[in-house]
């Protein structure tokens, strides 16, 4: 239902008698997040809010058609929805405009404007989102085809090792470290996808700083002094050791690159508390206590158009000089997985801040962390022979007679089978163990474990894979089925068997 007053006759050219009054009016205006304005019948600004003044300025510039569209707007008494941009001589900031009518003659419409930057720059974020997780699916499907191979020339490199002189030891090393490197690059490729296999723990930050610096001394170079300035006392987050080492090497080296005639690398450590989300170059972090590390160099800093992109898979300013585009996008996947944020700021000719917010941890009390240290090792030799019954199954031929190779020569009774269904047919009932592959034709490898169990409840299970995500590995750890993640050597797979084997044992025992 309309307002009274808009019922009322309005005399020409006056104000009707029972809107509010002026002061009234303008406090409404100020008081709107939005910005909003009042217009005559010629477009002219009657009053304008606060919100209003700070986006258009003391004057009005709409691009065309969103003039035109206004004018004739105005004319008819008819409302205007449309965007278009605010000009400001060679400036231009993208806008909605909504023109509604009043009826009246003085204001004749109120208009309001909605500055579309921050929805732009959302939408540019999910874009990237986007594509890095288009990247990440399309590297998942790479890694389990990957690293099944890697896994069958590490295994027959070092099936070779014993039958061969030094002079060929020589060459199985090389073909071990080139295999290493691929794993190495399939790692990468999963880390900025957000689906590389982390094992995270409680992680003290500055003693992590510190154990880094002292590889960054050597890598920084002599031209370059490298400085920490850590807060005490220190704080825990939860993190794989590793990958933070490699985060901060990455962000070193890309340092370094950057002050090729020299400077000083800073790495900072802080805490923060944030009471309410924040939005930070383009994210909005969350409310949260967070640990801070901020890497700082005083270097060439980064151009204003190739700072949006840096953090985009295989996108490198230094192509020429085998830059690959993977390591900031290796840092930035490696810091979300972990529940962080990473952001950056650079000035170009003074230097760049990588900043990494990650939740702080509280750590592990000092019994538990006594307790995980003296928690025995398990030592595949002293499970009994009768506890090394082994169904192996794997669809990929060169891996299954490598692993069964490596497993027969410790004393294991081994089953192969190609597929599930074929695991399924030949599973004896005195099976102390099943090694599957995850992903297999017909039948997976979580399938094979679940139908065993039916008829072996309690079978002890591992599972290997090239690839699964992190949803996948917890499932398997609900179902107390391990893990073993490919590319692996195969004195890796033996140990992994021993040690489920003599746990068996001493459970039944």
């Not at 070779?160 to 990468?188: C, F, K, N, P, Y």
């Not at 880094?212 to 794989?240: C, K, M, N, S, Y």
Request: some cysteine.
């Amino acid at each position: 239902m309309a307002p009274a007053w808009q019922a009322e006759a309005v005399k020409p050219g006056l104000l009707h008698p029972l809107l509010p009054d002026r002061a009234l009016v303008a406090a409404l205006l100020d008081d709107a997040s939005t910005p909003v304005a009042l217009l005559d019948k010629d477009g002219r600004i009657v009053r304008a809010g606060t919100a209003f003044a700070a986006l258009a300025g003391p004057t009005l510039e709409f691009a065309e058609p969103a003039a035109s569209q206004i004018r004739a707007g105005l004319r008819e008494g008819a409302a205007v929805c449309c965007n278009s941009d605010l000009v400001f001589g060679e400036r231009r900031v993208p806008i909605a405009i909504a023109m509604t009518p009043t009826g009246l003659v003085a204001p004749a419409a109120v208009l309001r404007l909605t500055d579309l930057r921050p929805m732009q720059a959302l939408q540019a974020q999910l874009a990237q989102a986007q594509r890095l997780q288009a990247v990440g699916v399309l590297a998942g499907g790479i890694a389990h085809d990957f690293n099944n191979l890697l896994t069958a020339i590490t295994g027959a490199a070092e099936d070779l090792v014993v039958q061969t002189d030094a002079a060929g030891q020589a060459d199985l090393a090389q073909i071990r470290e080139s295999a290493a490197r691929g794993a190495a690059l399939v790692r990468q490729l999963l880390a900025f996808g957000g689906q590389q296999t982390l094992q995270p723990r409680a992680v003290a930050v500055n003693d992590a700083v510190r154990a880094a610096a002292r590889l960054l001394e050597r890598l920084l170079g002599r031209t370059i002094g490298l400085r920490l300035d850590l807060e005490e006392p220190g704080r825990t987050v939860l993190i794989d050791a590793t990958q933070l080492d490699q985060v901060l090497v990455n962000l070193a080296v890309n340092a370094r690159d950057a002050m090729p005639s020299g400077g000083t690398l800073t790495i900072a450590t802080s805490r923060r508390l944030l009471l309410a989300p924040v939005e930070e170059a383009g994210q909005v972090i969350p409310p949260g206590r967070y640990a801070s590390i901020e890497v700082r160099d005083t270097g060439n800093g980064i151009p204003a158009d190739v700072l949006p992109h840096i953090f985009e898979p295989f996108f490198t300013t230094r192509r020429g000089s085998g830059g690959t585009g993977l390591g900031l996008s290796t840092v930035h996947g490696i810091v979300r997985q972990s529940g962080g944020y990473l952001t950056v700021s650079s000035t170009p000719g003074i230097g760049t801040v990588f900043r990494i917010m990650l939740p702080r941890q509280e750590a592990l009390p000092a019994a538990a962390a006594a307790a995980a240290l003296a928690a025995p090792a398990l030592v595949a030799d002293e499970a009994p022979v009768e506890a090394r019954r082994v169904l192996l199954v794997d669809d990929e031929a060169p891996v299954r007679r490598l692993a069964a190779r490596a497993l027969r020569r410790v004393g294991w009774e081994v089953t192969e089978a190609e597929d599930g269904e074929t695991a399924l047919a030949t599973a004896s009932a005195s099976i102390d163990l099943v090694i599957s592959d995850v992903i297999m034709p017909g039948l997976d490898g979580p399938g094979l474990v679940r139908a065993l169990r039916d008829a072996h409840p309690g079978l002890p299970a591992l599972l290997m894979s090239g690839y699964a995500d992190g949803d996948q590995r917890a499932a398997l750890a609900r179902d107390d089925i391990v893990f073993l993640a490919k590319p692996f050597g195969m004195a890796q797979l033996v140990t992994a068997a021993g040690e489920i084997a003599l746990a068996r044992f001493k459970n039944k025992s």
